[in-house]
């Protein structure tokens, strides 16, 4: 009797190592700039039904890729593919696949909104008027064991205002990292994004012909990332 019960008191001794991915952020702000002249809106927080028109393109392991179109539901939006549906109602982000995804890409401009990457309210950090905001987390229970990256690219700022650098419009998760070389399970995770005050209000901004003539003799468009971070 002594022996049998031995085992599993040593196993409740033993310490529960939870598994985690390891997540890679970049931020960049010298690829692309889109400029708004009418600022946020003032509930700058944007729930899923808010998000129609965003881009959202979803490349597998197979080696397929497809770009669908986020609209608006009951409750929320989503955006669904032949191998995923990306759900968002009030605040998480809900994927689900049935294919294994190796890259998945939002271009927020398109469903008028920024993903809001900082949570300081310093001057020179935050963007006027975006508030406080996070960059991309996992926040379900399931946390998929390797390493994701997540970049964003194509920065925003509104006219007439300091431009910092924790505004972007276009997010891209990278998935290869993960055990497998994709995301086979169902994934829910958060990323701020805020709604602009006006429809249309995201132009883009030419950039300076010394740059074009730099990018062009290197071959390269995006000469400086601005931040990296990596959480576990």
């Known amino acids: 009797m002594f022996r049998k019960l031995i085992l599993p008191l040593i196993l409740l001794a033993l310490p529960c190592v939870s598994i985690a991915s390891t997540v890679n952020i970049d931020m960049d702000a ?10 946020m809106r003032t509930d700058t927080n944007a729930r899923g039904g808010d998000l129609a028109g965003m881009i959202v393109t979803a490349s597998y392991l197979d080696g397929t890729t ?3 179109v986020w609209g608006k539901t009951r409750g929320g939006g989503q955006a669904t593919g032949s191998g995923f549906n990306l759900y968002k109602g009030w605040q998480d982000l809900e994927l689900t696949v049935t294919k294994s ?4 890409s939002l271009d927020a401009r398109a469903g008028n909104a920024i993903f809001d990457t900082s949570s300081s309210r ?31 690219t194509h ?3 509104v006219a007439g205002q300091v431009r910092a650098t ?3 419009t276009y997010m891209a998760i990278d998935f290869s990292g993960l055990d497998g070389g994709g995301l086979s399970r169902d994934l ?9 005050a006006v429809a249309g209000d995201l132009t883009p901004v030419p950039l300076p012909a010394s740059l074009l003539l730099f990018a062009s003799a290197f071959g390269i468009m995006g ?3 601005t931040r990296k971070v990596t959480s576990r």
């Open 101 to 104: 995804l190796v890259s998945l």
């Open 223 to 225: 000469v400086g990332r």
């Open 66 to 68: 497809e770009q669908v």
């Open 122 to 152: 310093a001057y020179g950090d935050d963007t006027y008027g975006t508030k406080i905001g996070y960059p991309f987390h996992v926040t379900g229970d399931y946390d998929p064991e390797g390493t994701i990256g997540v970049s964003y």
């Open 188 to 196: 829910r995770f958060n990323t701020d994004l805020d709604n602009v």
């Open 30 to 39: 010298s690829w692309k700039q889109y400029k708004s002249l009418y600022g």
């Open 155 to 157: 920065s925003f700022f």
């Open 166 to 168: 924790d505004a972007y």
